[in-house]
């Protein structure tokens, strides 16, 4: 009994364990459910349209029934209940109405140059996705679009990926000649010549353009990445003026990049425009304005550049002419000499006296004593740059810290992932701690018996 009892529990603990590591391995597989890519192929004339993705609900691969959110039923003829897919893609404008007008999108992307736009992460568990366009309808309509994901392909694959060919209607002038005009002066509105200016285009790139162009400057907006496409360097005439003419739709940026000499660059030497229409221009006493149509007229203002230029030197002094040295004196005659007196007879010697006793030597002085030398005086202490070394440790504390910042990098995904796997482990643990319990208890029952 005892021994059956064991064999029970020892399963029930694998089974256990089994099943742990089953909810871990499917823990791994639900982080693909966030997979799902919908890849939108457009014409490239359409490049720059936004797009919005919604997310509507639910799809029954085995009765090919879509399950809608609350909301999306109303815009589906009043349903109250699944619908099937022909149902639902005969419905998709009116589904569209209904998310354009009342509901937010999951998220946005805009059409690149090569007129393709992709959406990422997005769940595969069987969820309904429309795509509509949000902008650009006087460019282009483009059909709203209803697919699922996983996707099934027509050969009966299924897959997380799934690429839709968008309809686009176009009923514009294709033939958009735009003007753009750039005035330059001063602050007493004289005209400039000689200003500098570099004229690009906003073209909006793919996904993953930025590692492939990782020396290219990369900017972001709502819509997605884009770049300015370098289109000329142009230089204003004596008018201070610069026209251009039939310039394509899209969106541009002229920036001043070189002040007229004397003048400093304007304070918003960066002006973004944009161009839909064709537009005409006119002349006025040389100058030329705005006549009919898309004309993007621009001004931009110089200040006089106030930095004073060094004054030239002086020119240097003539010398002055030197003074003519003075005519030396005649020199005086020599006076005769005087005649030399005759020597006197020599005087007659002394006889030399007797010695004088030589007195007794003076006692002889002791010397000073030494005096003890004083204490030398304490130096002055020296004076350490501590401040100054304080502040400059300060200061590399403070850019380190700045620079040793960072943001955790581990998701809620992957501490649930961590805490399932600390469960595996105590279980497994209190599972081999049973069995020895277990064993030693049958050996002393076996040894009692």
């Known amino acids: 009994m005892k021994r059956k009892f064991s064999k029970s529990f ?125 902008d650009g309808y006087d460019l282009v309509k483009i059909s709203p679009m209803l697919t699922v994901l996983p996707y099934k392909t027509p050969e009966g694959e299924v897959t997380n990926v799934s690429d839709i060919t968008a309809k686009c209607e176009f009923d514009y002038d294709f033939d958009v000649k735009g003007v753009v005009i750039v005035n330059k002066v001063d602050d007493k509105d004289n005209r400039l010549e000689g200003a500098v200016f570099r004229f690009e285009q906003k073209e909006y790139v793919p996904d993953g353009y930025a590692e492939e162009h990782p020396d290219e400057e990369i900017y972001t907006d709502i819509y997605g990445e884009y770049v300015w496409e370098f289109v000329a360097e142009l230089t204003t005439d004596v008018h201070g003026q610069i026209v251009i003419p039939e310039i394509p739709r899209g969106t541009y940026i002229m920036t001043e990049i070189k002040a007229p000499e004397g003048y400093k660059i304007s304070d918003d030497p960066s002006v973004e425009f944009d161009i839909y229409d064709s537009g005409t221009v006119r002349l006025e006493r040389d100058i030329y304005v705005a006549d009919e149509g898309d004309v993007a007229v621009l001004t931009f203002v110089n200040l006089p550049d106030e930095t004073s230029e060094p004054s030239e030197p002086s020119e240097p002094s003539e010398p002055s002419e030197p003074s003519e040295p003075s005519e030396p004196s005649e020199p005086s005659e020599p006076s005769e000499p005087s005649k030399t007196s005759e020597p006197s007879e020599p005087s007659k010697t002394s006889e030399p006296s007797e010695p004088s006793h030589s007195s007794k030597p003076d006692e002889t002085t002791k010397p000073d004593e030494i005096s003890t030398p004083s204490e030398p005086s304490h130096s002055s202490q020296v004076s350490t740059p501590q401040t100054s070394r304080q502040t400059s440790i300060t200061s590399t504390v403070s850019t380190v810290t700045k620079e040793s910042s960072f943001t955790p990098i581990l998701t809620g995904e992957d501490i649930a992932k961590f805490i399932i796997i600390g469960v595996v482990v105590a279980v497994s643990l209190v599972a081999v701690i049973l069995l020895f319990v277990l064993g030693r208890k049958k050996k002393d029952d076996d040894d009692d018996e």
Do not use: W
């Open 10 to 134: 020892f399963a029930m603990v694998l089974a256990l364990c089994v099943l742990s590591m089953s909810i871990v391995i499917s823990g791994t597989t639900v982080s693909a459910e966030d997979d799902g890519v919908i890849n939108i192929n457009a014409e490239t004339l359409a490049s720059g349209v936004k797009l919005g993705i919604y997310d509507v609900g639910s799809y029954d691969y085995e009765t090919g029934y879509f399950d809608l959110k609350d909301g999306y039923y109303e815009a589906a003829d009043g349903n109250t209940s699944p619908i099937g897919s022909t149902q639902a893609l005969m419905l998709t404008n009116d589904l569209a109405e209904h998310a354009l007008e009342y509901e937010a999108p999951d998220a946005y992307r805009v059409i690149d140059i090569d007129g393709k736009a992709s959406f990422k992460n997005l769940s595969t568990d069987s969820r309904a996705y429309l795509i509509c366009q949000m």
